[in-house]
């Protein structure tokens, strides 16, 4: 018996669930809601609300005024919601008689079930983007902020252990298989604090290196995407191609470290690392490789002007924060549309909730901008993959990623979102390193700026908003035709990105 064979058996019988369910509505005339066919363990958005409220209702008559801002605020909530899933269910009936009369409708249970999806990502993302939505959530989250500073500790700590998650289909469905990722050698060669910086061992020999690449992960995630398995590596691709490769990872920030912010990260912490790789590849300069929130740490170090880079590679880069309204995608920048609709204080009672951003908070945060499509991970693409192991390792290799994000500092999380994305302050000049205004057009070096035609976490006019402030000759352009993650793991970019970024490299010298 492999580790794997009880997760098939689990997807064996979620698929013939699902097969049931659906010739149920390819053939019956009165249909059931296709949310009743969710799993009881695993919670809906709506109901998360629901079973919070629930689960901390005082049994003894004694809810305040907090506790009744919060019922309220839970409520109308949730009405937002319920009205949605009734949009769906009349669009859908629609969708299914019309189905129903289509040849060969009723031996096909999939058209049913992908039309019921379509529809139903199609509402949740215009729901997002209506303002009594907006406003909404935000009263949730000031209600539940105020409500949990009046709370003792005990019943803070129960809370920071049961956080207000979308479980994964991973724990809803699968039990706890889990997958090795990010594990192509490497040597650590710098540390300090909990930063590590770590050199990968070659996989050619060569007379001299490609170019020396040091890469630049934000906090919002980790380092091991850009390795997650040998068939998907971006590292591996640039190994295979001579490139000598160098990553940083940030560890795990604590309560110790809510006083990290940005200077703690870029001026003291990245600069670091690129000293040792420097130091350690025995070369003047190097190239540094940001990835989203780690290319805005590698673009404001290198618009220090340091004169200790060759190159500057930046991926899925936040740079204009509110230039996702020339995003013709609605699905696209529905982060940003969330952030400006906080107020500061929102986000300051946000940031006190935890002392900082939890990991599991923005794994929620970044679940909920298309809840419908991360629902249809688990019942579409998951079963799809069982039949090949190859695809299914992949699946839950990003699984694992998506469980392993580390918190977001109080000091950094501030300045990520009150001045870079709520204030714009990177492209007007009000982002700051030691007391000096971050300038863009300081930055002297050559740039590839990477995109993602289907980020809707970083849109690409947020990223290509970039090359306004630098040098036309010096400035380049690559749009990956994947989404935000896909571009460093999709089956084409395994065959794209590499090798341009190689050919990049050739010309920088």
């Known amino acids: 018996m492999t580790a794997f064979d009880p997760t098939l058996e689990a997807i064996a019988r979620w698929q013939q669930a699902q097969e049931a369910f659906w010739n149920a509505a390819a053939t019956s005339e009165a249909f059931s809601d296709p949310s009743a066919f969710l799993p009881p363990e695993w919670p809906t958005a709506d109901d998360l609300i629901e ?26 909530y949730q009405k937002t919601v319920a009205a949605t899933w009734a949009e769906i269910r009349l669009e859908f009936e629609a969708a299914r008689i019309a189905l129903q009369g289509a040849p060969g409708a009723h031996s096909d249970w999939r058209l049913f079930r992908d039309r019921w999806f379509a529809i139903a990502e199609a509402a949740f993302i215009r729901l997002q983007r209506k303002p009594e939505f907006l406003s909404a959530q935000r009263d949730v989250l ?26 994964t289909g991973q724990n809803a469905l699968l039990g ?194 298309n ?7 688990y019942i579409i693409d998951m079963p799809d993959r069982a039949t090949d192991l190859t695809d299914l390792r992949l699946f839950m290799a990003m699984e694992t990623w998506l469980a392993d ?11 990520w979102l009150l001045d870079v994305y709520k204030g714009n302050a990177l492209v007007e000049g009000r982002l700051s390193l030691n007391g000096q205004p971050v300038d863009l057009s300081n930055i002297d070096v ?10 809707h976490i970083i849109p690409p006019p947020c990223s290509r908003a970039f090359g306004r402030f630098l040098r036309a000759d010096r400035y380049r352009e690559l749009s990956v035709p994947a989404g935000h993650i896909g571009m460093f793991v999709g089956r084409k970019s395994q065959t794209l990105l590499a090798p341009e970024i190689v050919r990049w490299l050739h010309t920088i010298g």
């Not at 001579?242 to 990290?260: K, L, M």
């Not at 809840?371 to 991970?377: A, K, M, V, W």
């Not at 994000?405 to 300045?415: G, S």
């Not at 050559?446 to 980020?455: E, K, Q």
Request: proline residues 5%.
């Open 51 to 76: 079973r919070f409220l629930a689960g901390f209702l005082p049994t003894d008559g004694s809810a305040g005024q907090d506790w009744q801002r919060l019922l309220s605020a839970g409520t109308s």
């Open 142 to 167: 000031s209600a539940l902020a105020t409500w949990l500073r009046g709370q003792p500790e005990q019943v803070r700590t129960t809370i920071r252990t049961a956080r207000l998650t979308q479980r």
């Open 176 to 369: 706890v298989t889990t997958v090795g990722v990010a594990e192509t050698p490497r040597e650590i060669v710098w540390s300090k604090g909990k930063t590590k910086l770590s050199r990968y061992r070659p996989l050619r020999q060569m007379a001299k290196p490609v170019g020396t690449v040091v890469i630049c992960y934000g906090l919002i995630g980790r380092q091991t995407m850009t390795d997650l398995v040998p068939e998907r590596s971006l590292v591996r691709n640039l190994l295979a191609h001579g490139v000598d490769v160098f990553v940083i990872d940030w560890g795990f920030a604590g309560p110790e470290d809510r006083d990290n912010d940005l200077d703690h990260y870029v001026t003291d912490h990245l600069s670091g690392c690129i000293d040792a790789a420097r130091a350690t590849a025995c070369v003047d300069d190097l190239t540094l490789f940001g990835i989203c929130q780690g290319g805005t740490f590698a673009a404001c170090h290198a618009a220090r002007n340091l004169r200790d880079l060759n190159g500057l590679i930046c991926a899925g880069t936040p740079i204009d924060m509110h230039a996702d309204a020339q995003d013709g995608d609605p699905a696209h920048g529905l982060l940003n549309l969330w952030v400006r609709s906080l107020s500061d204080d929102d986000i300051e009672a946000l940031i006190a909730m935890e002392n900082g951003l939890s990991g599991d908070f923005l794994g929620t945060v970044f679940n909920q901008l």
């Open 371 to 377: 809840p419908i499509r991360t629902l249809s991970r």
């Open 405 to 415: 994000r580390p918190d977001l500092p109080e000091a950094l999380a501030r300045t």
């Open 446 to 455: 050559p740039v590839l700026n990477i995109t993602a035609s289907g980020d």
